[in-house]
């Protein structure tokens, strides 16, 4: 399996990572869903747009220990360090990620598309200015605009429930899902709607599928053409040190 999957990206001529909480796991940051997952032990509806903008008093301290305090101290780990050399060494063209931890960037990575936005930014929910999270002085009470006529609540830059897609990592997305002939999915199973299609638009566009997960997934026996079993960290330093060999 690795073997093949060394060729198949030696052989790609534009290579898209598709990633999601899996690979962030082992940076500490539990995932969503599933058995020890944030869900598990808290209420989504603290990430209920209109439940943000009507009781953010009962939201936002659960959001800024969740997403700031704890979040914030995570680290790259070798996978998103080895996929952030590969994009400088031409490897890989870009990644697609569902993870709001921007972890892939502090890694180095340049090509990141963020699909369900980040948690390093703030926009205000009026005057739609965005803030860098590292502006803003973050205490129990909310965020507000610091423009001084404005004022109004700030929202963290990743989406709530009830939100869209953001539109630019929308539209580069299914430009990579129909432009790219290897996608190597990791460390996501492929239920979230609409980030799950990317891969298989991908697929339907004729690109050959490497996953890379610890069990299973939706795509596993639809669309993966070669299944790596196993943490993203090990499979990545195994896949690195034969890219090396050759
Ligand atoms: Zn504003």
């Not at 921007?102 to 803030?131: M, P, R």
């Not at 590292?134 to 006529?149: D, F, I, M, Q």
């Not at 004729?206 to 299973?216: D, L, M, R, V």
Request: hydrophobic residues 40%; charged residues 20%.
């Amino acid at each position: 399996m690795l073997l093949h999957a060394t060729k198949l990206i030696n052989t790609a001529k534009r290579v898209t990572i598709f990633t999601g909480a899996g690979i962030s796991v082992e940076s500490g940051i539990p995932p969503f869903r599933g058995e020890g997952g944030l869900w598990s032990k808290y209420d989504p509806i603290i990430l209920d747009l209109d439940y943000y903008l009507n009781k953010t008093e009962l939201s936002w301290p659960i959001i800024k220990e969740l997403f700031y305090d704890f979040f914030g101290n995570a680290k790259p780990n070798a996978a998103h360090k080895i996929l952030a050399n590969w994009e400088q060494s031409g490897i890989i063209r870009e990644i697609i990620t569902q993870n709001i931890d921007s972890l892939h960037q502090q890694a180095g990575t340049k090509a990141v598309h963020e699909f369900h936005g980040t948690a390093d930014n703030f926009i205000c929910t009026k005057c739609q200015t965005i803030y860098n999270t590292k502006e803003l002085v973050l205490t129990s009470e909310a965020p507000l605009c610091l423009n001084k006529n404005c004022k109004a609540l700030l929202k963290p830059n990743f989406i709530f429930f009830g939100e869209g897609i953001p539109h630019r990592a929308y539209e580069a997305s299914l430009y990579a899902a129909h432009h790219s002939d290897l996608f190597i999915v990791v460390g996501t199973t492929g239920e979230i709607m609409p980030a799950s299609q990317i891969p298989i638009i991908a697929k339907q566009n004729g690109a050959k599928i490497i996953e890379i997960n610890t069990s299973p997934s939706n795509y596993s026996d639809r669309i993966t053409d070669v299944f790596i079993q196993g943490k993203a960290t090990q499979v990545f330093k195994q896949l690195n040190g034969l890219l090396e060999k050759q």
